[in-house]
């Protein structure tokens, strides 16, 4: 009959569990090493910085330190408190944008090897099963919570330096941007250390705006996102300035390098929401660009917020141009419109059609055939809506061409509100 150890006392227990942390403290260097080694081959993320390594060490040695003393000494979990260089280290990968999963599991891998440095000390110190059993409970449960408790204390000065961080950082691109677009002289390169992006270079001007009339708690991060989507798209040199302008409107600058063209429609917006627009400027250079294309990109925009009834899901300001500038008035450009196209103006499908085909075949040159083969339309159809067209006006296209073009430009971007439907007066 196999003998049956007496159950162990909790006396007996700590008695235990404070020999073996006194041993393992004496290799708390040692134990340090490894959990520090162990973090860096495991999450590369934190070894790409440099700078904050030595408080990563740091950070290593006091919890292991910590820990033991906990342990060695039974002190209440409720009384300690994550060391001052973890914290700081936190604060620190805050501010570099380390991702926070990346933190943690940096506590979950040293909690595991820690863990088997002290097993392995109790083990040597013991082989009495129901001993062993129960001092391992007894570490594992402290251990457990210190890791907790000290987790929580991470998560909230990581979180709290992240958003002072973005804060803050926001705030000081904000004022660089102000400055650049009222034309201010600015010293570039605080300037481009400060938006980190370079500004001598090509830039597209972007307004990016969520079209829903309730604004989603996570619209800016959603804006932020399709930006950095379509910069992808666009095969970008780098990261674009991201600006948010209120809570469902951002700014944004695409870096193009020495490239000096951009196409919009090459800017996919697949994969982007549904209710996200955008208004693009056209590539200018340097810091008075930087200025230019943004100034092209509202204007955009706004062409974009007077269409009716939707607006377009994408506006590029090349294509818009004469529009966005007439836009000084609404109401004059209306009037204008209707008095261009007369009853080309009503705003039915039958006289929508006309509207389109008249302004591909003016753009066109005049040309039936070429304009068949981009509406993808038999010759003779094109003909037919070209006369309608001109019944319509009440003249032949060839009279006042430039006026009527634009017009029907005007109509094809903003719709019903430039147009009159049939029946009423203007």
């Known amino acids: 009959m196999v003998p049956v150890s007496p159950i162990p006392d909790d006396r007996e227990v700590a008695e235990l569990i404070a020999s073996v942390a006194s041993v393992v403290s004496r290799q708390a260097a040692a134990v340090s090493a490894d959990v520090y080694a162990v973090i860096l081959r495991e999450i590369p993320e934190l070894r790409d910085d440099k700078a904050v390594l030595d408080l990563l060490s740091s950070s290593v040695h006091s919890n292991v330190g910590t820990c033991l003393q906990v342990i060695r000494h039974q002190i209440e979990l409720t009384a300690v408190h994550a060391p001052a260089a973890a914290l700081e280290y936190a604060r620190r990968r805050a501010q570099r944008g380390t991702s926070l999963p990346a933190l943690l599991r940096a506590y979950r891998l040293g909690h595991t090897c820690f863990s088997d440095w002290l097993l392995k000390e109790l083990a040597r110190q013991t082989g009495d099963v129901q001993l062993l059993t129960a001092a391992t409970l ?10 907790d408790q000290t987790s929580e204390e991470i998560v909230a000065a990581y979180t709290s330096e992240r958003e002072h961080w973005l804060r803050s950082r926001s705030a000081a691109r904000a004022a660089r941007v102000r400055d650049l677009l009222a034309g201010r002289r600015v010293n570039l390169s605080a300037t481009e250390a400060t938006l980190g992006y370079r500004l001598r270079q090509y830039h597209v001007g972007l307004v990016c705006w969520a079209g829903d009339a309730a604004a989603a ?29 209120d809570e469902s409107t951002a700014w944004a600058w695409l870096p193009l390098g020495i490239r000096d063209t951009f196409d919009a429609t090459a800017a ?23 200025r230019l294309t943004h100034q092209q990109a509202v204007a955009a925009q706004a062409v974009a917020l007077a269409a009716e009834p939707v607006p377009p899901r994408s506006v590029a300001f090349r294509e818009i141009a004469p529009i966005a500038m007439m836009l000084g008035s609404a109401d004059l450009l209306r009037d204008w419109v209707l008095t261009t196209l007369a009853g080309l103006a009503a705003d039915d499908e039958h006289h929508a059609r006309l509207r389109d085909t008249l302004l591909v075949f003016l753009q066109a040159g005049g040309s039936y055939k070429a304009t068949a083969e981009r509406l993808t339309l038999h010759k003779n159809t094109v003909q037919y809506r070209v006369r309608k067209a001109e019944e319509s006006l009440g003249r032949p296209v060839t009279e006042n061409r430039r006026d009527v073009e634009l017009a029907l430009l005007a109509s094809h971007w903003l719709g019903s509100s430039v147009l009159i439907t049939p029946g009423r007066t203007r």
């Open 268 to 290: 996919s917006t697949v994969g982007v929401d549904d209710d996200i627009h955008f208004a693009f400027g056209d590539p200018a250079k340097g810091t008075a660009g930087f």
């Open 217 to 245: 708690a996570d619209d800016i991060s959603r804006l932020e996102h399709a930006i950095g989507h379509v910069a992808g798209k666009a095969g970008c040199f780098g990261d674009p300035v991201f600006l948010p302008r």
């Open 138 to 147: 007894a570490m594992s449960q402290t251990v457990a919570g210190y890791v």
